[in-house]
């Protein structure tokens, strides 16, 4: 059974960073794509990044591009999301996911989950 546990949200002001850590048990690491997404109160859960087992080529959606870093430690089974500028809107709860390489991140009931870990940006 697919693992997944998030850490590393805070409250945080607004311009500063949080580097949330996601550690994955049961899968052969290697074998899966990793992402990242959040889900805002009373909005739907949207992507926000991922990466490839090789960690070559990350993705991310346009909102948090340039500020936003993914990236994966497959000795430690282990997906990062290095966070800076932190914006208003960037306030969610954000989930690990694992998809098997080769598989589209949808429908979601097709991905591993975990609980999720909660990001504040204050003003």
């Known amino acids: 059974q697919v693992q997944l546990v998030e850490s590393g949200g805070r409250l945080v002001q607004a311009g500063g960073s949080l580097r949330l850590s996601c550690v994955a048990s049961g899968l052969t690491f290697g074998n899966y794509k990793m992402g990242w997404f959040r889900q805002a109160p009373g909005k739907a859960r949207e992507f926000v990044a991922a990466?490839?087992?090789?960690?070559?080529?990350?993705y991310y959606t346009d909102s948090v591009q340039g500020r936003f870093t993914i990236s994966r430690d497959n000795a430690k089974n282990s997906v990062y999301l290095q966070m800076n500028n932190l914006k208003l809107e960037d306030t969610a709860t954000y989930y690990c996911?694992?998809?098997?390489?080769?598989?589209?991140?949808?429908?979601?009931?097709?991905?591993?989950w975990g609980r999720g870990t909660q990001v504040t940006v204050s003003s």
């Open positions: 990466i490839v087992p090789t960690g070559r080529d990350p």
């Open positions: 996911a694992a998809t098997r390489m080769g598989t589209s991140w949808y429908p979601e009931s097709s991905n591993s």
